[in-house]
């Protein structure tokens, strides 16, 4: 198949253009290449004429997106909806990937895709508003990740969590992080690997929760980190309420998917997960 992906050089992106790269024609469009809020831009979509758009692209750092409300929207929403329409027009799949920030946290428990979204920031309203246009294209996939940690970074937050622990245990810096603040780790090599099988076994359109196997607090995945890593930095839990944070954040944003096991998907352990990419990375 032709599948392009929309920010191809992305945590995420880069993870789908290796997965991917073996059986199927790639087109990778980075930042430079097309910009989603410009309906004019995705109009490049029609050049290459592929069969499954993978729409990466995000504008995904929380607290800014509560100080720029416009450009979040036009990224998430408004972007969406240009992949949406044009991916509609050129008879392709649309597949876009969400967060576990449609979510309110009060559930307690994994949130399922059939849970109702209730999003609390700006950045979440922007990205279920992101759903509801992508479902303009009735050939839709939407895939939910969260709390995601790849070899190549977050581009717009330089490098992921994993890398800023590991940095500031290596500096001997002392460390506090949140222990009242629950998700699944998702890393994006497995979310990559999932999102193949799902396009290339033509599961039915919809939605589809993508994290590894369980949930933890980041504190827990904090001390899993230096416990792989025989790292023993001074490392202590800290309240939501001690944040200095614009946006409000979902204080339990597990997700776990009913759909994808019915069909033979299962994704590994966060723990295997992150033992699997610090090997990768070359930390053990």
Known sequence: ??????????????????????????????????????????????????????????????????????????VNALGAKNVALISKEIDATDVYISTDYVFDGSKKEPYTEEDIPAPISTYGIS??????????????????????????????????????????????????????????????????????????????????????????????FAKQIFQQTGLTPNLKPMKTEQLTVKAKRPRFSALKSIKLPQYGIELPTWQEALREYLIEKGHI
């Not at 191809?8 to 990778?28: A, F, I, Y």
């Not at 979310?191 to 919809?206: R, W």
Request: hydrophobic share 35%; proline share 4%; aromatic share 8%.
């Open 1 to 74: 198949m032709k599948i392009a992906v929309i920010g191809s050089t992305g945590q995420l992106g880069t993870d789908l253009m290796k997965t991917l790269n073996h059986r199927h024609e790639l087109v990778g469009l980075t930042h430079k290449d097309i910009e989603v809020a410009d309906y004019n831009s995705c109009l490049i979509l029609k050049k290459h004429r592929p069969e499954i758009v993978i729409n990466t692209a995000a504008f995904h750092k929380t607290d800014l997106c509560e100080e720029e409300p416009l450009k979040t929207f036009s």
């Open 127 to 220: 990205k279920l508003a992101a759903e509801h246009f992508t479902r303009q294209n009735p050939k839709h996939y939407i895939i939910r990740i969260a709390s995601v940690f790849g070899k190549a970074g977050a581009s717009g937050k330089g490098g992921n969590f994993v890398e800023t622990m590991i940095k500031k245990a290596k500096n001997s810096e002392p460390i506090t992080v949140i222990d009242d603040m629950w998700m699944s780790p998702t890393y994006t090599k497995d979310a990559s690997s999932t999102i193949k099988q799902i396009v290339e076994k033509q599961l039915p359109y919809g939605v589809y929760h993508c994290t590894n196997k369980g949930y933890c607090s980041w504190y827990q």
